[in-house]
């Protein structure tokens, strides 16, 4: 019943072997699964515009397919079946349609080969399915099944991470020499792209971030039309992406190339706490013992740098160093900016951290993001219960005297290997 994919032998072996691990890790008895690729998305207001169109991670882990409509089914006694949606002549005159787009079984058969199964388990992953009614914890279980599969990368994910990463590289290595007075952060985000997508990549593998002067200290802030100015940084947190695999790179440079003093030992800083975080990216290492070595790092280096006092311990478990470090150390990258990462059951966050986006032991083929941060937020630094809170720890007059400084971050993508970590991102300059 099931037609093949049309696609080169490496990737036709590399989709068979992830339906193999999959299917293996399920233990499929009586349960149906169906995966779907989900739809397209209208614009609110805009007529019959829609957004562009991304399969469904899981869905598209397993078949490499971008297209909507799709759906990927298995059942123990048949195995995996394409369900793909037939090509119309409408989508012929006005879109086009991939040379596989009909490689499979036409979703007009969908209906019938669930009606044959009437009765047992269905577990919807993906996008949900019209008409299936899911049953909601096995569909919990078989995810995180897939996750423990998807997480490690096989070499075809990763040469994909590679032509992204080099794009990526590309971009920052243009835009670093226009770093200078007058110029806006929508412009230094227009040349960055360009630059991606000149050197390979087929998309964005997020809103890009773009922040200059106080704005450094919003942690996902989007550009605007303000100009950079000379004394200030400018934080760029970008990344191309290439066949649904993204790169993912943060970078604080000196408008104008030169760092103040306190700009230098600030980016210093955050610059040993990633290298610390990344030198423990090893297999059996829990991420969240990668989180403390930044934090740690971070809260001896701002005791010296005179706005922190106490123990590094009491430091990080006050949740003093949060204060300045407020988010995660980082989080899986792969197939999307958030690949597959998940917090096991039962984890909480331990006291003064944050809640990590991933919160698991690394294994040999994971890619993570290492990305501290040192930030003067005001919205954390003037709230009153937070000083109260923290009078122990923080010199308030020198937090206070940092207020308008902003942020500095520097983010690697890491490959955690037996044989040590491989820092995919090491080519992309910390200092222009």
Known sequence: ????????????????????????????????????????????????????????????????????????AFDADSGWVDFVMPVSREELVWEGAPVDAQDGVSTDELESWLAARRGRPIVNLGAPIAGVAPAEELGAEFRRHLNQVRRPKDALELERMRIAERATSAGFAAVVPLLDAGRTERAVQIELEAEFFRQGADFLAFETIVASGANSGVLHFPPTARALADGELVLIDA???????????????????????EQAAIHELVARAGVAAAARALPGTEFRDIHRTAATTIAEGLTDFGLLRGSSDALVESGAVSLFFPHGIGHMVGLGVRDAGEVLPGREPEPGMPRLRADLPLEAGHVVTIEPGIYFIPALLEDPDTRAGLREFVIWDRAEAMLGFGGVRIEHNVHVTDEGPEVLTADIPLLG
């Open 1 to 72: 019943m099931s037609a093949p994919i049309s696609v080169d032998s490496e990737l036709a072996a590399q989709i068979e072997r992830r339906r193999r691990a999959v299917a293996e890790r399920w233990n499929v008895g009586s349960e149906v699964v169906v995966i779907g690729a989900g739809e397209p998305v209208h614009i609110p207001g805009r007529a019959d515009r829609t957004y562009q169109f991304r399969s469904h991670s899981e869905y598209f882990y397993l078949t490499d397919r971008e297209r909507p409509g799709g759906v990927l």
């Open 239 to 261: 990344g191309a992406e290439f066949r649904a695999y993204a790169s993912d790179v943060t970078r604080t440079y000196p408008v104008s190339g030169s760092f103040s003093p």
